[in-house]
């Protein structure tokens, strides 16, 4: 089944700066003890709402009471009602395409809209997922009135039957969406447009056998999701197949984190390359570079912490010298001043 970390990752083709509402709604072929249907609403990374087959009325994190609620419960009931009757409808076209028997399968829809960043609405984007197999991804324009396919339908539509989806899309599924959303944006601002500032840490591990040094870049703590992390050599991306990471994971608090790790070998140690790592991120007004001192010796500690470690051991060798030297003398003459008063003769009267 898709889970959040598949949601989250699909939500890379939201503008960074821009918000989302999306639905992950699950049909199951089969008998088990869950509802037949379901969807959980996302606005951005935040769980807003939840809608199955056993009650057919959505249930939302909160503000039931609004004014808006009965609205809500008819608009949800038009969607949620639409894309259920179309995920049936499929099955059975979706099994004999993937040549699958009778048992239990999972049928998962994403879709959902994007209201950009000057409050312009977004486009539309939809997913398809058979046992957790892509099967159908596709996004919808609103001013061109056109759907742009990245992964063909299963079923073909005849031109009748595109113009009737377009309909549904602009004049249902797109307002409804933007609607919910700019409504929940509002409600939630304090949680989904705050901005947090990632925090950078730079690590380094000598890998064991003469198997050269581990640097990896890890920046976390940071919110909204999107960032750009980029790992340098020599002033050229690094290339992917070269790094491990780049994921978007999320921390207990409600940021996210990402890290990146490149292996150089001890060749390219002594190569004397020069790596650095950049980051991009909305909370940050100009782009962040970082440069990674490799040490060709290949040690924990580099050059220049030696340096300031010395320095600095320097510094309190003279400052506890002087600290003595100063103590002694004023001892002594301390002790001076104490000999002449006790010898000194009575004053004549």
Known sequence: MLKLAY??????????????????????????PFPEFSAVVMLDDMQIGYYDSTTWKPVYRSY??????????????????????????????????????????????????????????????????????????FTYYLEQNDIHLKKPWIISWDQVKQLQIKYLYGNVYHPICIKFLRRYLHLE???????????????????????????????????????NLTLFRDDQPVDDDQITGGQILPNGDGTYQMRKSLVISDEELREGHKYNCTMKHLNLDNKLNIIFDTDKSGGSVSLPVVISVLVLMCVAVLIVTALIIWRKRRAAGQGSETSQNKYSPPSST
């Open 64 to 137: 039931n009471d609004s004014k808006y609620y009965n609205e809500e419960q008819k608009d949800a009931g038009v969607v949620f009602q639409d894309i259920y009757d179309g995920m049936k409808n499929m099955d059975f076209f979706v099994k004999k395409h993937l040549n699958l028997t009778d048992g239990v399968h999972v049928h998962q829809t994403l879709a959902g809209c994007e209201l950009l960043n000057d409050d312009k609405p977004g486009p539309l984007h939809f997913w398809d997922a058979f046992d957790g197999q892509c099967l159908e991804e």
């Open 189 to 227: 601002k304090n949680h989904v447009m705050r901005k947090v500032k990632p925090r950078v840490r730079l690590m380094r591990k000598k890998l064991p056998d003469s198997q050269g040094l581990q640097i990896s870049c890890l920046a976390t703590g940071f919110y909204p999701r999107h960032i």
């Open 7 to 32: 949601l989250l990752s699909c939500l890379t083709v939201v503008n960074a700066g821009s918000h989302s509402l999306m639905a992950l709604a699950t049909y199951i072929v089969g008998q088990t």
